[in-house]
């Protein structure tokens, strides 16, 4: 069965900090990626998305994420952070074709001034 | 365009009794699944429907149960509730002819006391 791990339950860092949200999955097959974002009160907003080719995804906001294949990972990064991304982040991932997503348990940012 | 919609927002039931929740897809979307949020916790799959037929269910008891109708809208329905019932409900469509990218509802605010 695919599992998503997500490594930070709670990260806390100062506007303009750099950020590094960590994701690995189990899954032997090939697959979809994603980084789903969910502000506080508002629904779930897809991040960004890695279907194919170019593993280093660029998504929404500023938000990019790298996927590597050989350590089943794909970690998100922002370069320099806002108070305005203070959100629960969910990676999650699913087979090719309009299948279920299965979601790690999610990070926790909070940006602080 | 609207997106995904959901209803109702928020609903507070008592152990044992049945609750019925709502879901409108996107416009041009014939896919919709369920998903369970339980507090502090990644989004877990229930069930997808497709052409009105179950085509894939999660580790979820019987009592939960679905219906897809005819304009692809979704009802999600659970009997006999219990407190560990407690969760946001989210709905996501997607089109089985396109990228299968989900977009998700707001949730229904499910409490069970």
């Known amino acids: 069965a695919q599992s998503v791990s997500q490594h930070n339950h709670h990260v806390i860092l100062s506007e303009a900090a750099s950020l590094e949200l960590g994701c690995n999955y189990s899954?032997?097959?090939?697959?979809?990626l994603f980084w789903y974002v969910q502000y506080p009160g508002q629904h779930l907003q897809l991040l960004l998305k890695y279907f194919s080719g170019d593993p280093l995804v660029k998504g929404i906001k500023g938000f990019e994420a790298e996927f590597i294949k050989s350590k089943f990972s794909f970690n998100l990064r922002k370069p320099s952070v806002q108070w305005s991304d203070t959100a629960e982040y969910f990676c999650?991932?699913?087979?090719?074709?309009?299948?279920?997503?299965?979601f790690g348990k999610g990070t926790r940012l909070s940006v602080i001034a | 365009d609207a997106g995904v919609t959901q209803s109702p927002t928020h609903l507070i039931k008592t152990r044992g009794q049945q609750v019925t929740l709502r879901c409108s897809p996107k416009?041009?979307?014939?896919?919709v699944s369920w998903y369970q949020q339980a507090l502090g916790q990644g989004p877990q799959f229930i069930f997808q429907y497709y052409e009105e037929e179950e085509r894939q269910r999660g580790n979820f008891p019987d009592r939960f149960s679905g219906h897809q109708f005819p304009n692809y809208s979704s009802e999600l329905n659970v009997n006999a509730l219990l407190l560990g019932d407690s969760a946001l409900y989210l709905c996501?469509?997607?089109?089985?002819?396109?990228?299968?990218?989900?977009?998700f509802g707001p949730g229904t605010r499910l409490t069970v006391t």
């Open positions: 996501a469509s997607s089109s089985s002819g396109g990228s299968y990218e989900q977009y």
């Open positions: 999650a991932v699913n087979r090719r074709g309009n299948t279920p997503l299965v």
């Open positions: 899954y032997g097959g090939t697959v979809n």
């Open positions: 416009s041009g979307h014939d896919t």
